[in-house]
């Protein structure tokens, strides 16, 4: 079983529609989660983290996360051309300090 | 906004040589990392670096490695014997405790 693992895409969404990415974990001692954009060449840039149960807003992007069921998911509201990229998952087994271990990601691309 | 600097971007080298890729973390951050990425896949942790020491390392962390920080604002990672299967790009993330910041890469060509 893979530590991290993302539905590889591609995903396909209109502009302006919601744009949902979901991610299932295997290791139940994982604390934090975060989520990654990658456009192809790029570093992974940081786009949201959440530690908690429940929902995380930041703008267009919402993290959910569900311990329970070793599910964190990204929903970017109001897709934009530019959200294509590779979103990549990542989970770490600390709060501050520890690897991170990644998905394979997510290639999401937005039809304008 | 600060941001992770790394140098060069592009390296080639020959197999058996050894490399030394370079980066600047943000100045007020205590943890560091080495991150790799093979064309195609996913991004594979190398070491973790916190107090002047290495806290984690990955099983492809081998003898070949080692990382080191010669002074209060360089990081710096060493390959002694590069290997064709070296070729990556090779990413250095720095936190201050919650998320980790990448640089924009090195990418090593081995041949």
């Known amino acids: 079983q893979k530590e991290v693992e993302q539905n590889s895409g591609p995903l396909s969404v209109p502009e302006g529609a919601i744009a949902s990415l979901n991610c299932t974990y295997s290791d139940r001692g994982s604390q934090s989660f975060f989520w990654y954009r990658q456009y192809s060449g790029k570093s992974p840039e940081l786009i949201m983290f959440i530690y908690s149960n429940g929902d995380k807003e930041d703008g267009r992007f919402t993290a959910q996360l569900n311990k329970a069921s070793q599910y964190v998911s990204l929903l970017i509201r109001d897709s934009q051309p530019s959200d294509s990229a590779t979103y990549l998952c990542a989970v770490n087994k600390e709060t501050s300090g520890s690897r991170l271990t990644f998905g394979e990601g997510t290639q999401l691309t937005v039809n304008p | 906004e600060p941001e992770v600097t790394q140098t060069p971007s592009h390296q080639v080298t020959q197999m058996g040589q050894e490399v030394i890729l370079r980066c600047v973390p943000i100045?007020?951050?205590?943890?560091f990392y080495w991150y790799r990425q093979i064309l195609g896949q996913k991004v594979e942790f190398l070491v973790s670096?916190?107090?002047?020491?290495?806290?984690?390392k990955s099983e492809i962390f081998d003898d070949q490695f080692s990382v080191e920080r010669p002074d209060g604002s360089n990081f710096t990672l060493k390959i002694r014997s590069t290997k064709l299967e070296d070729s990556a790009m090779y990413f250095c993330a720095s936190s201050s405790g919650s998320g980790q910041f990448f640089g924009p890469g090195t990418r090593l060509t081995v041949l």
């Open positions: 100045s007020n951050h205590l943890y």
């Open positions: 670096f916190y107090n002047n020491e290495i806290s984690e």
